[in-house]
Protein backbone atom coordinates (compact mmCIF):
# COMPACT_ATOMS: atom_id res chain seq x y z
CA UNK A 1 0.00 0.00 0.00
CA UNK A 2 2.77 2.49 0.82
CA UNK A 3 4.75 1.39 -2.32
CA UNK A 4 1.02 2.15 -4.50
CA UNK A 5 1.01 5.71 -2.60
CA UNK A 6 4.32 6.88 -2.94
CA UNK A 7 3.93 5.94 -6.80
CA UNK A 8 1.10 7.86 -7.00
CA UNK A 9 2.60 11.07 -5.20
CA UNK A 10 5.35 10.29 -7.89
CA UNK A 11 2.96 10.06 -10.67
CA UNK A 12 1.71 13.34 -9.47
CA UNK A 13 4.57 15.25 -9.36
CA UNK A 14 5.63 14.40 -12.46
CA UNK A 15 2.15 16.03 -13.62
CA UNK A 16 2.51 18.92 -11.84
CA UNK A 17 6.15 19.32 -13.02
CA UNK A 18 4.90 18.74 -16.63
CA UNK A 19 2.38 21.36 -16.36
CA UNK A 20 4.55 24.11 -15.59
CA UNK A 21 6.74 23.50 -18.42
CA UNK A 22 3.18 23.58 -20.66
CA UNK A 23 2.48 25.59 -22.87
CA UNK A 24 -1.51 26.69 -23.97
CA UNK A 25 -1.65 27.37 -27.77
CA UNK A 26 -2.70 30.91 -28.12
CA UNK A 27 -1.66 32.74 -31.13
CA UNK A 28 -1.32 36.20 -31.69
CA UNK A 29 -4.07 36.73 -34.12
CA UNK A 30 -6.07 35.39 -31.23
CA UNK A 31 -5.01 37.76 -28.43
CA UNK A 32 -5.55 40.56 -30.05
CA UNK A 33 -9.25 39.69 -30.93
CA UNK A 34 -9.42 38.99 -27.43
CA UNK A 35 -7.90 42.39 -26.59
CA UNK A 36 -10.91 43.91 -28.99
CA UNK A 37 -13.54 42.02 -27.10
CA UNK A 38 -12.46 43.04 -23.54
CA UNK A 39 -12.39 46.31 -23.96
CA UNK A 40 -15.68 46.72 -26.36
CA UNK A 41 -17.43 44.26 -22.96
CA UNK A 42 -15.51 47.19 -20.75
CA UNK A 43 -17.12 50.24 -22.93
CA UNK A 44 -20.52 48.31 -22.87
CA UNK A 45 -20.63 48.88 -19.15
CA UNK A 46 -19.05 51.62 -19.07
CA UNK A 47 -21.96 53.37 -21.36
CA UNK A 48 -24.20 52.36 -17.78
CA UNK A 49 -21.75 54.40 -15.95
CA UNK A 50 -21.59 58.41 -15.30
CA UNK A 51 -19.42 60.67 -13.87
CA UNK A 52 -21.13 60.97 -10.92
CA UNK A 53 -20.64 57.34 -9.78
CA UNK A 54 -17.26 58.07 -9.49
CA UNK A 55 -18.40 61.05 -7.05
CA UNK A 56 -19.98 58.13 -4.47
CA UNK A 57 -16.54 57.67 -3.19
CA UNK A 58 -17.19 61.05 -1.77
CA UNK A 59 -20.89 61.47 -1.08
CA UNK A 60 -21.42 57.38 0.38
CA UNK A 61 -17.77 56.19 0.57
CA UNK A 62 -18.54 53.38 2.84
CA UNK A 63 -20.11 50.79 0.64
CA UNK A 64 -17.30 51.64 -2.17
CA UNK A 65 -14.47 51.62 -0.14
CA UNK A 66 -15.29 48.20 1.66
CA UNK A 67 -15.70 47.07 -1.61
CA UNK A 68 -12.65 48.05 -3.10
CA UNK A 69 -10.65 46.84 0.12
CA UNK A 70 -12.49 43.69 -0.21
CA UNK A 71 -11.55 43.24 -3.98
CA UNK A 72 -7.84 43.94 -3.78
CA UNK A 73 -7.13 43.61 -0.40
CA UNK A 74 -9.12 40.84 0.94
CA UNK A 75 -9.21 38.78 -1.84
CA UNK A 76 -5.51 38.01 -2.52
CA UNK A 77 -4.79 38.09 1.05
CA UNK A 78 -7.19 35.11 1.27
CA UNK A 79 -6.31 33.69 -1.74
CA UNK A 80 -2.28 34.12 -0.73
CA UNK A 81 -3.46 32.00 2.52
CA UNK A 82 -4.86 28.94 0.40
CA UNK A 83 -2.12 28.91 -1.73
CA UNK A 84 0.05 28.12 1.37
CA UNK A 85 -2.46 25.97 2.81
CA UNK A 86 -2.63 23.88 -0.49
CA UNK A 87 0.81 24.40 -1.84
CA UNK A 88 0.51 24.61 -5.58
CA UNK A 89 3.06 24.47 -8.15
CA UNK A 90 4.65 27.77 -9.16
CA UNK A 91 2.23 28.03 -12.35
CA UNK A 92 -1.16 27.29 -10.36
CA UNK A 93 -0.04 29.56 -7.67
CA UNK A 94 0.28 32.64 -9.66
CA UNK A 95 -2.59 31.65 -11.74
CA UNK A 96 -4.41 31.71 -8.61
CA UNK A 97 -3.02 35.07 -7.61
CA UNK A 98 -3.43 36.19 -11.10
CA UNK A 99 -7.68 36.15 -10.98
CA UNK A 100 -7.33 37.11 -7.59
CA UNK A 101 -5.42 40.21 -8.69
CA UNK A 102 -8.19 40.75 -11.44
CA UNK A 103 -11.03 43.91 -11.16
CA UNK A 104 -14.52 42.62 -10.73
CA UNK A 105 -16.03 40.55 -13.76
CA UNK A 106 -18.10 42.62 -16.14
CA UNK A 107 -20.99 40.31 -16.31
CA UNK A 108 -21.14 41.40 -12.06
CA UNK A 109 -23.35 43.97 -12.83
CA UNK A 110 -25.91 41.85 -14.31
CA UNK A 111 -26.00 38.87 -11.69
CA UNK A 112 -26.17 41.82 -9.10
CA UNK A 113 -29.56 42.93 -10.85
CA UNK A 114 -30.88 39.49 -11.07
CA UNK A 115 -29.63 38.32 -7.06
CA UNK A 116 -31.46 41.84 -6.05
CA UNK A 117 -28.84 43.49 -5.08
CA UNK A 118 -27.56 47.36 -5.34
CA UNK A 119 -26.64 47.95 -9.01
CA UNK A 120 -25.97 51.15 -8.81
CA UNK A 121 -23.35 49.83 -6.36
CA UNK A 122 -21.64 47.46 -8.68
CA UNK A 123 -21.48 49.88 -10.73
CA UNK A 124 -19.66 52.22 -9.23
CA UNK A 125 -17.58 49.15 -7.80
CA UNK A 126 -16.69 48.29 -11.39
CA UNK A 127 -15.79 52.09 -12.17
CA UNK A 128 -13.51 52.72 -9.47
CA UNK A 129 -12.18 49.11 -9.42
CA UNK A 130 -11.31 49.21 -13.00
CA UNK A 131 -9.41 52.36 -12.44
CA UNK A 132 -7.42 51.40 -9.79
CA UNK A 133 -6.62 47.79 -11.06
CA UNK A 134 -4.11 49.76 -14.03
CA UNK A 135 -1.95 50.28 -10.50
CA UNK A 136 -3.32 47.27 -8.37
CA UNK A 137 -3.22 44.24 -10.58
CA UNK A 138 0.49 44.70 -11.30
CA UNK A 139 1.10 45.67 -7.67
CA UNK A 140 -1.11 42.49 -5.92
CA UNK A 141 0.09 40.28 -8.36
CA UNK A 142 4.00 41.12 -8.24
CA UNK A 143 4.09 41.67 -4.13
CA UNK A 144 1.77 38.14 -3.16
CA UNK A 145 3.65 36.01 -5.99
CA UNK A 146 7.03 36.80 -4.74
CA UNK A 147 6.11 35.87 -1.06
CA UNK A 148 5.48 32.17 -2.22
CA UNK A 149 8.94 31.18 -2.72
CA UNK A 150 8.43 28.67 -5.64
CA UNK A 151 6.04 31.29 -7.39
CA UNK A 152 8.74 33.95 -6.77
CA UNK A 153 11.43 32.10 -8.28
CA UNK A 154 9.06 31.63 -11.33
CA UNK A 155 8.41 35.63 -11.40
CA UNK A 156 12.27 36.17 -11.37
CA UNK A 157 12.94 33.75 -14.63
CA UNK A 158 10.02 35.53 -16.42
CA UNK A 159 11.04 39.14 -15.72
CA UNK A 160 7.86 41.00 -16.36
CA UNK A 161 7.89 44.54 -17.09
CA UNK A 162 5.29 46.24 -14.64
CA UNK A 163 5.38 49.22 -16.52
CA UNK A 164 4.20 47.58 -19.85
CA UNK A 165 1.99 45.70 -17.94
CA UNK A 166 0.01 49.05 -16.38
CA UNK A 167 0.29 50.14 -19.87
CA UNK A 168 -2.06 47.14 -21.16
CA UNK A 169 -4.82 46.99 -18.68
CA UNK A 170 -4.25 50.93 -18.79
CA UNK A 171 -5.23 50.17 -22.62
CA UNK A 172 -7.92 47.56 -22.02
CA UNK A 173 -9.66 49.00 -19.36
CA UNK A 174 -8.89 52.36 -18.27
CA UNK A 175 -9.08 53.47 -22.34
CA UNK A 176 -12.65 52.14 -22.94
CA UNK A 177 -13.98 52.93 -19.39
CA UNK A 178 -13.30 56.83 -20.19
CA UNK A 179 -15.71 56.91 -23.39
CA UNK A 180 -17.86 54.94 -22.33
CA UNK A 181 -18.63 57.25 -19.24
CA UNK A 182 -17.88 60.62 -22.00
CA UNK A 183 -20.87 58.84 -24.46
CA UNK A 184 -22.94 58.10 -21.32
CA UNK A 185 -22.24 61.78 -20.30
CA UNK A 186 -23.17 63.46 -23.58
CA UNK A 187 -24.91 61.51 -25.62
CA UNK A 188 -26.88 59.48 -22.81
CA UNK A 189 -29.85 58.12 -25.26
CA UNK A 190 -27.29 56.64 -27.71
CA UNK A 191 -25.74 55.60 -24.99
CA UNK A 192 -28.15 53.12 -23.44
CA UNK A 193 -29.29 51.40 -27.12
CA UNK A 194 -25.46 50.64 -27.79
CA UNK A 195 -25.03 49.46 -24.54
CA UNK A 196 -28.21 46.81 -24.60
CA UNK A 197 -26.25 45.58 -28.27
CA UNK A 198 -22.28 45.47 -27.09
CA UNK A 199 -24.05 43.65 -23.75
CA UNK A 200 -24.89 40.75 -25.37
CA UNK A 201 -22.78 40.60 -28.17
CA UNK A 202 -19.89 41.10 -26.93
CA UNK A 203 -20.35 38.90 -24.25
CA UNK A 204 -21.36 36.09 -26.85
CA UNK A 205 -18.05 36.74 -28.39
CA UNK A 206 -15.52 37.11 -25.55
CA UNK A 207 -17.77 33.04 -24.14
CA UNK A 208 -17.41 31.65 -27.71
CA UNK A 209 -13.34 32.93 -27.55
CA UNK A 210 -13.06 30.83 -24.58
CA UNK A 211 -14.74 27.66 -25.92
CA UNK A 212 -12.57 28.01 -28.92
CA UNK A 213 -9.27 28.30 -26.57
CA UNK A 214 -10.48 25.53 -24.71
CA UNK A 215 -10.70 23.34 -27.87
CA UNK A 216 -8.39 24.10 -29.31
CA UNK A 217 -5.83 22.86 -26.26
CA UNK A 218 -8.39 20.07 -25.32
CA UNK A 219 -5.73 17.69 -24.72
CA UNK A 220 -3.83 19.82 -22.78
CA UNK A 221 -6.74 20.89 -20.65
CA UNK A 222 -8.16 17.04 -20.08
CA UNK A 223 -4.55 16.02 -18.81
CA UNK A 224 -4.19 18.95 -16.40
CA UNK A 225 -7.93 19.63 -15.74
CA UNK A 226 -8.47 17.60 -12.22
CA UNK A 227 -5.32 19.49 -10.65
CA UNK A 228 -6.93 23.23 -11.23
CA UNK A 229 -11.30 22.05 -10.74
CA UNK A 230 -11.07 21.74 -7.28
CA UNK A 231 -8.16 24.48 -6.64
CA UNK A 232 -11.05 26.63 -8.92
CA UNK A 233 -13.95 25.60 -6.93
CA UNK A 234 -12.59 26.50 -3.50
CA UNK A 235 -10.74 29.52 -4.55
CA UNK A 236 -13.95 30.96 -6.08
CA UNK A 237 -16.00 29.53 -2.72
CA UNK A 238 -13.96 31.47 -1.02
CA UNK A 239 -14.17 34.64 -2.77
CA UNK A 240 -18.04 34.78 -2.67
CA UNK A 241 -17.65 34.14 1.02
CA UNK A 242 -14.99 36.64 1.67
CA UNK A 243 -17.36 39.08 0.20
CA UNK A 244 -20.12 38.45 1.86
CA UNK A 245 -18.77 38.53 5.23
CA UNK A 246 -16.10 41.70 4.91
CA UNK A 247 -19.81 43.34 3.50
CA UNK A 248 -21.37 41.88 7.21
CA UNK A 249 -18.55 42.82 9.43
CA UNK A 250 -18.59 46.05 8.02
CA UNK A 251 -22.28 46.79 8.44
CA UNK A 252 -23.97 47.31 5.25
CA UNK A 253 -27.34 46.57 4.11
CA UNK A 254 -28.29 43.54 2.51
CA UNK A 255 -28.35 44.91 -0.80
CA UNK A 256 -25.09 46.28 -0.58
CA UNK A 257 -23.77 43.03 0.63
CA UNK A 258 -24.94 40.80 -2.29
CA UNK A 259 -23.07 43.78 -4.73
CA UNK A 260 -20.03 43.31 -2.90
CA UNK A 261 -20.29 39.33 -2.74
CA UNK A 262 -20.77 39.28 -6.70
CA UNK A 263 -18.21 41.64 -7.20
CA UNK A 264 -15.67 39.36 -5.29
CA UNK A 265 -16.51 36.22 -6.68
CA UNK A 266 -16.89 37.24 -10.20
CA UNK A 267 -13.53 38.09 -11.10
CA UNK A 268 -12.30 39.41 -14.71
CA UNK A 269 -10.34 36.53 -16.22
CA UNK A 270 -10.64 37.73 -19.17
CA UNK A 271 -7.49 40.18 -18.58
CA UNK A 272 -6.08 37.58 -17.00
CA UNK A 273 -5.50 35.66 -19.53
CA UNK A 274 -4.65 38.53 -21.52
CA UNK A 275 -1.63 39.04 -19.22
CA UNK A 276 -0.63 35.37 -19.17
CA UNK A 277 -0.32 35.08 -23.19
CA UNK A 278 1.46 38.65 -22.92
CA UNK A 279 3.91 38.00 -20.20
CA UNK A 280 4.40 34.42 -19.52
CA UNK A 281 3.90 33.18 -22.98
CA UNK A 282 0.57 31.11 -22.27
CA UNK A 283 2.39 29.08 -19.16
CA UNK A 284 0.27 26.18 -19.09
CA UNK A 285 -0.92 26.26 -14.85
CA UNK A 286 -1.80 29.84 -15.08
CA UNK A 287 -3.57 29.39 -18.47
CA UNK A 288 -5.47 26.50 -17.58
CA UNK A 289 -7.12 27.60 -13.73
CA UNK A 290 -7.59 30.75 -15.60
CA UNK A 291 -9.40 29.93 -18.66
CA UNK A 292 -11.33 27.57 -15.93
CA UNK A 293 -12.30 30.67 -13.61
CA UNK A 294 -13.74 32.31 -16.93
CA UNK A 295 -16.27 29.15 -17.10
CA UNK A 296 -16.54 28.29 -13.81
CA UNK A 297 -17.58 31.83 -12.14
CA UNK A 298 -20.17 32.52 -14.51
CA UNK A 299 -22.03 29.23 -13.47
CA UNK A 300 -21.41 29.81 -9.59
CA UNK A 301 -22.57 33.55 -10.16
CA UNK A 302 -25.64 32.58 -11.59
CA UNK A 303 -26.73 30.07 -9.46
CA UNK A 304 -26.12 32.19 -6.57
CA UNK A 305 -27.83 34.90 -8.48
CA UNK A 306 -30.75 32.75 -8.66
CA UNK A 307 -30.89 32.02 -4.88
CA UNK A 308 -30.64 35.21 -4.09
CA UNK A 309 -33.34 36.31 -6.54
CA UNK A 310 -36.14 33.75 -4.96
CA UNK A 311 -34.87 35.16 -1.32
CA UNK A 312 -35.88 39.12 -1.80
CA UNK A 313 -33.97 41.13 0.78
CA UNK A 314 -36.88 42.36 2.35
CA UNK A 315 -37.64 38.90 3.51
CA UNK A 316 -34.49 38.48 4.89
CA UNK A 317 -34.76 41.57 6.54
CA UNK A 318 -37.99 40.27 8.13
CA UNK A 319 -36.30 36.89 9.23
Known amino acids: MVRIQLWLLK ?8 LDEARIDFSTETLWVLNVILALIMFGVALHIRVSDFRSLISNPRPVLVGVLCQFLALPLVTFLLVLFFRPDPSLALGMILVAACPGGNISNFITSYAGGNRALSVALTANATLFAILLTPLNLSFWGSLYPPAHDLLRVISIDSLEMVRIVALILGVPLLAGVWMNERYSALAGRMANYLKHISLAFFIGLILVVIYNNRIQIRDYLH ?11 VAFLTGYMVGRLAGLSPRDTRSITIETGIQNSGLGLVLIFTFFDGLGGMAVITAFW ?25 G
Request: charged share 15%.
Open 11 to 18: IEQVIQAA
Open 227 to 237: LVFWLVFIQNS
Open 294 to 318: GIWHLISGLLLGSFWAYRPVREEVR
